[in-house]
């Protein structure tokens, strides 16, 4: 018979046990953020994005997601959701963005848009820039909160919402653009330049678009990974739109490592189901050996880029996951790689002199590809790996981090004949913002500052004949201040105090 001591122990121990395996688990949440417009004011509207918004929201709540969701929203309305989704996240999170609605892509980038996007003609494409939003920025907003997997559909491949008759349409290819990020999970409801059907035909009288309503099936399957719901859903949708005579095929770009299964667990016997056979079949190709590729999982250590403009020109900084001996590069699609050198320090991992992870280029360096290369710890080189260069696009995003960082240096206030406030830090990063609005006395930012314009060239420097400060009433006692990105996100709104130790 067992004593009572023992029994007390052993109940103390498994309840030790439970509680172990238990918190990881509740650390860990599944966040989804729904968003569906249909109520376009300047271009064409659309008749089932809010329907398939409220539809992908009520499946992901019965998937145990803790869902934002959110329909016919203005610019202002979709950045407040967005950075609501963000402070939701945390580490090891689960995090699901659907977009129905229009998207546009331009120069391959692809922008979701608002419902007061404005009408935007030839040449105007910074319209597009500056009122809608970057959907490569929101996966790199949702990646910096640590997320463990990051799950992104977007049912926008529609034609262009721009196009008019008698005039000339901002450029820009139907459908949207490729794209993929490390740890994440990207769907399209149509292929690369391809668009995507509303509805088959005037009689369709389905709620949600086609793409949706066979998505949301799929989704709700027990035991299918999300490589099987794509799947799945790229033969259905296929088979439908051919019966229209239209050209549909979903799209997915999977960079996680594994499977994941939002609705049960893996059931590999649905992964051997045939799938129609509306969908012509390819015969299997044999895989090739890389060259001096001893295994597999190398592929894995593809490199991270991090680009930072300065006075001289760009400075490229690249991490890797697992340990490497050299690395080497070249810029465009010719030329002989060049090895970066090496540190003055040993790398613990490999007992090796660590490699130079920095590159540096030219200030007027065109958009490109720059391709590394880099040698693993037994000393076999990689493939080239390509790296997308955007000049613009790069010193927005790098200007932008800094501005995060040293939010508390935007504001500084001076005693000169007067009270001054001093706003130089912003404009030496005002490439990536769009707009500066204060609020002198009040919480609630409601007056324009403005910036000079954004030189590409010099891109840090102060005009000469611009002011950085303003003269305020004697009696100030605070200022608050949000920023606008040129990615179309807000900031928090900062509050500064007229006395520089009460700033927060």
């Known amino acids: 018979m067992t004593s ?49 918004a409220d539809r992908v929201a009520k499946t992901l709540k019965g998937l145990g997601f803790q869902v934002i969701a959110a329909t016919n929203q203005d610019r202002r309305g979709m950045s407040d959701s967005l950075t609501a989704f963000e402070r939701t996240l945390g580490e090891g999170d689960t995090a699901f963005f659907f977009f129905a609605g229009h998207g546009f892509q331009i120069k391959g980038e692809n922008y979701l848009l608002p419902t007061d996007v404005p009408l935007a003609l030839a040449g ?12 490569r920025r929101i996966m790199e907003r949702i990646r910096n ?7 992104v559909v977007l049912d926008a491949c529609r034609n262009n919402p721009f196009e008019r008759a008698g005039t000339r349409s901002v450029g820009g290819a139907g459908g949207l653009a490729a794209m993929s990020e490390e740890g994440a999970f990207v769907i399209y409801s149509a292929s690369e330049n391809q668009t995507a059907l509303d509805y088959v035909s005037n009689d369709d009288k389905d709620p949600n678009s086609v793409f949706t309503r066979l998505f949301v099936k799929e989704l709700e399957t027990p035991g299918l990974s999300l490589v099987q719901v794509a799947k799945r859903t790229q033969a259905s949708v296929t088979a439908l739109a051919r019966k229209v005579k239209h050209n549909q095929r979903p799209a997915y770009y999977d960079e996680i490592v594994g499977d994941v299964v939002l609705n049960g667990t893996l059931d590999p016997a649905k992964a051997k189901e045939t799938i129609p056979q509306q969908v012509a079949v390819v015969a299997p190709v044999q895989p090739q050996p890389l060259p001096n590729r001893q295994s597999q999982p190398e592929q894995l250590n593809a490199p991270l880029a991090n680009f930072m403009r300065h006075n001289g020109g760009w400075s490229v900084t690249l991490s890797f996951a697992d340990p490497v001996t050299a690395i080497s590069w070249r810029f465009g699609e010719s030329g002989n790689f060049r090895e970066t050198g090496h540190l003055n320090t040993l790398d613990p991992r490999t ?11 030219d200030a007027d360096t065109p958009e490109g590809t720059i391709y590394i290369r880099y040698a693993d710890a037994r000393g076999d080189w990689a493939e080239p790996f390509p790296i997308k260069f955007d000049p613009a696009g790069a010193l927005e995003r790098g200007q932008r981090d800094i501005l995060e960082m040293t939010s508390s240096n935007w504001l500084s206030f001076r005693q000169f004949n007067g009270l001054l406030v001093y706003y130089s830090h912003l404009m030496s990063y005002r490439c990536a913002i769009r707009e500066v609005k204060v609020g002198i006395d009040s919480t609630v930012p409601d007056k324009k500052l403005a910036l000079p314009p954004c030189d590409p060239r010099d891109p840090s420097s102060i005009p000469s004949s611009a002011q950085p400060y303003m003269k305020l009433p004697p009696n100030t ?27 927060r």
Not at 145 to 151: L, Q
Not at 478 to 503: C, H, I, Q
């Open 351 to 361: 007992r090796k002199r660590m490699p130079n992870p920095s590159i540096q280029l």
């Open 124 to 135: 105007e494409e910074e319209k597009v820039h500056e009122n809608s939003f970057l959907a």
């Open 4 to 52: 009572p001591r023992l029994f007390l122990a052993a109940c103390c121990l498994v309840a030790l046990c439970v509680g172990l395996s238990l918190s990881p688990a509740m650390a860990q949440k599944r966040v989804a953020l729904v968003i569906g417009n249909d109520s376009y004011r300047h271009v064409a509207p659309l008749r089932k994005a809010a329907n398939d």
């Open 477 to 503: 006692k605070l200022m608050s201040v949000e920023l606008t990105y040129r990615d179309g996100t807000t900031s928090e709104v900062k509050t500064f105090r007229a006395d520089p130790r009460g700033n």
């Open 145 to 151: 909160k640590g997320v463990r997997t990051t799950v």
